[in-house]
């Protein structure tokens, strides 16, 4: 394994007790053995959760492994989303009281494979399709030059699934099994019972795809963020874009200025908006007021409405 984090940084180590983040803890520990924290969540949604966790604490011990477990509560409503919102809520305040900047997960080959596959068949655009990268923010609106910016690492996305496994299962250890991945109507599992019966699919190229997909994406926001310096101007709360790049670009300053003046739609609505402007049709979208004005776009926040 490669470690994706600087020589002397702490790492904490996401181990939910399953296969893969069991292998990426025993696999961190070996890298470097006296920087590695590890951390369990307990959602409290299934019983065995917190045994769970105490297995994966039993075992930490043993190697030496720092480990602390935390009790999440999730709210009602979309439990997945909701449960991931609370885990990694608790993680990153985890990391801050304990100075960790970096984060290991266990995202590996076939997990990357499978998201590639399910958002093609959703239509995603290219930040959709390059996936799972190796290394992001964990707070979107931090800066990288921030120093307590935190970073979300996933150092096994060349291993398959099966490698994992074969690896906790040498070193004696029986790992968890999360029952959502047994429920067919799941549809990663969906996804991974299809890729499994495709044997001219090759899970490792698929994910090499996603990893080009990665880099083009980064070509691209390096792109916008040369074409936002050169084309935008900001004043008195507005911003006054004169469009020059291709529309992908276009897209990507669109939706930072968007995100700047407080709004958030989606992309396909910025697509739609940008092909408005691009005929000389203005527009309203997620409270922001856009217009033309000769070869610019110039966008200002909605003023209230009076009662």
Known sequence: MAPLWPQGTRLGVAV??????LALVLLAHAARPDMI???SVDHGLRAESAAECAAVAALCAKHGIPHVSLRVDVPHGNLQDNARSARYSALQQWMKQDAIRYLA??????????TLLMRLNRASGLAGLAAIRPVRLLDEASAEDDPEAQYLIRPLLGWRKAELEALVSTAGIEPARDPSNRDPQFDRVRM????????????????????HLSDALEGLEWAAECEWNAQVRES???????????????????ERAFKQLGGAPRGGAVAALRDRLASGEGGNLAGVLVSVEGESWRLRREPPRRS
């Open 105 to 114: 997960t266990a995202h590996h080959a076939d997990d990357q494979a499978e």
């Open 192 to 211: 991974r019972d299809a890729l499994a019966k495709a044997d001219w699919l090759d899970p490792l190229s698929i994910a090499a795809s996603a990893k």
């Open 16 to 21: 939910s007790g399953g296969p893969d983040s």
């Open 236 to 254: 008195g709360g507005e911003i006054e874009y004169t469009p020059y790049a291709p529309k992908a670009v276009q897209l990507m300053v669109l």
């Open 37 to 39: 924290k590890a951390a």
